[in-house]
């Protein structure tokens, strides 16, 4: 109940709960997000318990060492694209520590002096739950109530908290659930996943003519740099540039066509583009 006698629900953390009512927080998630917020959470609101509930033992290390993070590196990006299935999932399954479920050491071992200096202190806030996963979760008229067992002894216990927070991740979304109709004219790899072009452009088959290109959901071809910032400007280049020559293939086709094959604006927009490509 808040001061005007009317109750507060805090679910997944909306609406957001007046500083009263917050007493106990649960953060799902072992990546660098859930870490963050558990920091964030416990450092925010002082007299508050923070509960961290993963399935892995503890927290695991950021690999950004200056070798591995050459994964990122736009030449890398042709070594995936080139390399066979099995290399592709052998490069994923080596790097994934660069940037999945992993945490800057910094903020690890920051974590880990707040729970050691706690028990010290005999005022244990902040709780790391292990080896443990959330099995059922239930709405209270001021939060929530969440089932959390671990893993080890199937043990179980119901923690009574003011909202939850999840940090689990993601997974990148198959293109062809947007595009209607579309899809059935797009082309799949041996995998049954979108067939994707060196230039992010969609493979797709005839009668569709439309360029559509993919950015974001392209690990599975382009690598683990595909969701990441770190070749933002090179792949928006190599966009660029893919649509120029497109651009300017279709002109030349529909010269060769004779007149009325295209539409006039094709120039203009070509040469706009063009431009804007080299600079």
């Known amino acids: 109940m808040n001061g005007s006698g009317t109750t507060t629900t805090c679910w997944a953390g909306w609406p957001p709960c007046p500083p009263a009512v917050r007493q106990r927080f649960v953060v799902v998630g072992a990546g660098q997000s859930a870490a963050e917020v558990t920091e964030f959470l416990h450092t925010r609101y002082p007299q508050a318990e923070v509960m961290a509930v993963f399935a892995r033992y503890g927290y695991s290390p ?19 694209y080139d390399s066979p299935p099995p290399v592709k999932d052998m490069l994923n ?30 005022r244990e806030r902040l709780h790391i739950m292990r080896a443990s996963r959330l099995t059922d979760l239930r709405r ?27 940090a689990t991740g993601y997974r990148s979304r198959d293109t062809r659930q947007i595009l209607g109709t579309m899809s059935e004219h797009c082309l799949d ?26 950015l974001g959901a392209t690990e599975h071809s382009h690598g683990i740099s595909s969701t990441l910032l770190s070749n933002v400007a090179v792949r928006a280049g190599e966009l660029l540039q893919s649509v120029v020559a497109r651009s300017a293939a279709a002109r030349a086709a529909a010269r060769a066509a004779g007149p009325g094959a295209g539409p006039e604006s094709a120039a203009g927009r070509s040469g706009e583009l063009g431009e804007l490509a080299s600079r």
Do not use: C, W
């Not at 209270?140 to 999840?166: K, N, Y």
């Not at 041996?190 to 230039?199: H, I, K, Q, S, V």
């Open 140 to 166: 209270l008229d001021d939060g929530i109530a969440a089932d959390v067992e671990f893993m080890p002894t199937g043990r179980r216990e119901t923690i009574e908290a003011d909202l939850i927070v999840f």
């Open 93 to 122: 399954a080596y790097h994934r520590s660069t940037n999945y479920s992993v945490v800057d050491i910094d903020l690890i071992d920051e974590l880990y002096r707040r729970v050691y200096q706690e028990k010290v202190h005999g």
């Open 189 to 214: 790899d041996a995998a049954g996943r979108p067939l994707l072009g060196r230039d992010y452009r969609l493979m797709t088959g005839p009668p569709a003519s439309a360029e559509l290109y993919v």
């Open 62 to 80: 950021a690999d950004n060492s200056s070798f591995a993070n050459q994964i990122f590196d736009p030449a890398a990006v042709d070594d995936f």
